[in-house]
């Protein structure tokens, strides 16, 4: 460009072209302003000329016609085909104050699943005879009864239901906690006579069910029994109790006890562990009728959770997977849902 008499300066073309035969003064006069405006408009120039502008979006919508699909390999979880046994629990019937619709239902579970096991790790009686609280009469029943109609009504159709299994009981509160109370208070005398073991008044060897005083371990790393462990209704809820199981023994476990249905998980430097609350299959309508819970009217609910609970394992090994399956009494009807699945009583 020989004559600047026509330049515009904020062309940046126009000016970087001037700028290559005249000095930064030259076209600083010829434009009329200061020399340094001359020297931004150049820098302003040249910045664009080194990062030319773009349309975002134009550039996106490129990408993305240009992108290819990744080629990722497959999972490499190796499938172990093998015969997993099934543990069927049950816990806190509370007969004779059971829930006979969610009693339907637990039976109905033995009887699809056909379980390898099933558990009632405690209190499958209340023993509200020999009880702290004070009973409505009209509700009294021998105690002779009760054993009686249980072993029929409850004993009997579990094996019905599920005449394979392997059949185990263990005690609760309710049962050698107040027997043992009864005994060691009103007749201590007798308390040592063999017949009086709760074994042998349950006479659960001649039904067919193994007696587990206290505890069974389905596998080496997963324990079951009753639980001792208890929050207060204020500050307790689900798996509350189920945490204060876990931290006493230090291992993975099953108890009943609460009558809540929930899980406590724990990873620490001894390694993972789940500890599961199972619920109850007791009607507490039915206690408070009778005048054998805290609750004595419907006017406080209680926090009961209607639930079972199943256990796949592989005999032998420490893996296990405990699935907790809720009861639904909603009034019309008492089901749960079980592998799409709906049992209804």
Not at 230 to 240: C, E, F, I, N, V
Not at 249 to 272: L, V
Request: glycine share 8%.
């Amino acid at each position: 460009m020989s004559s600047l008499g026509d330049l515009d300066y904020k062309d940046p073309v126009a000016l970087l072209a001037a700028l290559e035969t005249h000095s930064i003064r030259a076209v600083a006069r010829a434009c009329g302003v200061d020399h340094t405006t001359i020297m931004a408009a150049r820098d302003r120039a040249l910045r664009e000329q080194a990062q030319p502008v773009t349309d975002p979006a134009k550039e996106l919508l490129e990408y993305l016609r240009s992108r290819t699909v990744p080629s990722a390999p497959g999972p490499t979880a190796a499938s172990k085909p093998g015969e997993y046994a099934t543990c069927l629990l049950g816990s806190d019937f509370h007969f004779p104050h059971h829930h006979e619709g969610a009693f339907e239902v637990f039976l109905g579970l033995a009887d699809r699943i056909k379980p390898t096991e099933i558990a009632i790790p405690g209190d499958l009686f209340d023993f509200s005879q020999i009880g702290r609280y004070v009973r409505d009469p009209k509700h009294y029943v021998p105690i002779q009864t009760d054993i009686d109609v249980c072993r029929e009504h409850v004993l009997g159709r579990i094996n019905t239901a599920s005449p394979s299994s392997v059949r185990r009981f263990m005690v609760g509160n309710h049962e050698e906690g107040r027997w043992q109370n009864y005994l060691f208070t009103r007749a201590p005398e007798l308390s040592s006579l063999r017949c009086l073991t709760m074994e042998a008044v349950l006479g659960l060897t001649e039904m067919g069910w193994y007696w587990q005083p206290y505890e069974h371990w389905i596998t080496d790393s997963l324990i079951t029994f009753h639980g001792d462990r208890h929050t207060s209704a204020l500050g307790g809820g689900s798996a509350m109790s189920a945490r204060k199981e876990m931290l006493d023994m230090g291992c993975s476990g099953i108890t009943g006890h609460t009558h809540h249905a929930g899980a406590f998980f724990r990873e620490d430097r001894t390694g993972y562990r789940v500890w599961y609350e199972i619920g109850c299959l007791c009607d507490a309508r039915k206690m408070q009728a009778a005048g054998v819970t805290t609750h004595r009217t419907p006017t406080k609910a209680h926090d009961w959770h209607l639930a079972c609970a199943l256990v796949r394992y592989r005999p032998g090994h420490s893996a296990f997977r405990v699935e907790l399956i809720p009861i639904v009494d909603d009034g019309k009807r008492t089901f749960c849902i079980w592998q799409d699945e709906e049992l209804t009583a």
